[in-house]
């Protein structure tokens, strides 16, 4: 079945580190997601125009350069080494999403007491990266031997294959368990929201404007948190200072109490004990902090 064109069509991973958390985020935007499609390779948003359509990873970027999808979620790592093989950038990213964070990081034998970058020229290094390993190579001029493999990279050098590898990193873990240890970042990657360069019509522009919003909604609700507090108006100076990434805070006299008001205040970084502890010290009581459960820029 052909897709529907008058709906916005979004790629995001079938399976794998993003998926979940791509379907996640959709829902946290309000949608309301029917399994849907044979195989279930798609699914429909029942309250907004939108189609998902779940592929591999590394399909994602072809499908939105070509337009066959608007939008698209996917790692960076993934995006980069897809653009490095086109003539051109077929796509925009339009948001960092915040999850899936890791390092594409060269590793080598722990047996290596003393790495420098130098003792790569001449070595052969297994990756599932090789474009952006080469732009790593030819940016600090080394010449050496790359080595394409699809999987179980941190294998190489165990089977003989590669002496250094080029490999994912979130934990360590699978690189420690293989007797690697990471010595150099090649490239580090999170999920991002892309759109296809195509030009859109009014409708679907409009239609994918209306997506980002909600999605940076998400985004900026994930580490906010909402701040209330009473204090002597002799203490908002230092006050400020302290409410972490927050913006011209609400000051509301407070009935009964001259000279005392009552702040409120969004802060879009993470909000900690310690904060709490400075804002007690600088004047601050009845301090309350509560999450954001919606919020639209």
């Not at 939008?71 to 999403?97: C, D, H, K, T």
């Not at 179980?152 to 490999?167: H, K, Y």
């Amino acid at each position: 079945m052909s897709p529907d064109r008058s709906r916005l069509h979004i790629a995001i991973q079938k399976s794998g580190r993003l998926a979940d958390q791509s379907r996640q985020l959709l829902k946290d935007a309000g949608l309301k997601l029917s399994q849907g499609g044979k195989n279930h390779l798609t699914a429909r948003a029942e309250n907004f125009p939108l189609d998902l359509m779940f592929v591999r990873d590394d399909d994602i970027p072809t499908f939105v350069a070509d337009g066959v999808c608007e939008l698209g979620i996917v790692g960076q790592n993934v995006l980069e080494e897809y653009a490095l093989g086109q003539p051109g950038r077929r796509f925009e990213e339009v948001a960092r999403l915040g999850f899936g964070r890791c390092s594409l990081k060269l590793a080598a034998p722990e047996s290596l007491n003393f790495f420098a970058l130098p003792m790569l020229a001449g070595q052969r290094i297994a990756t599932s990266y090789p474009r952006l390993l080469e732009q790593f190579l030819a940016r600090n001029s080394i010449e050496a031997e790359i080595v394409t493999m699809r999987g179980a990279v941190e294998l190489a050098p165990r089977l003989g294959i590669a002496r250094f590898v080029c490999d994912l990193v979130s934990t360590g873990a699978t690189l420690e368990a293989n007797g690697l240890a990471p010595v150099a970042d090649v490239f580090d990657s999170e999920a991002v929201l892309v759109r296809t360069a195509k030009p859109l019509d009014a409708a679907h522009a409009d239609k994918a404007q209306a997506l980002l919003t909600r999605i940076e909604g998400v985004i900026a609700t994930a580490e906010s948190k909402y701040i209330v507090l009473n204090a002597p108006e002799s203490a908002l100076p230092a006050i400020a200072e302290i409410l972490p990434g927050a913006e011209a805070p609400t000051v509301v006299p407070l009935v009964g109490r001259p000279g005392h008001v009552a702040v409120q205040a969004v802060c879009q970084e993470s909000v900690f004990w310690e904060t709490l502890e400075k804002l007690k010290a600088a004047g601050a009581s009845a301090i309350l902090v509560m999450p954001i459960e919606k919020m639209m820029l």
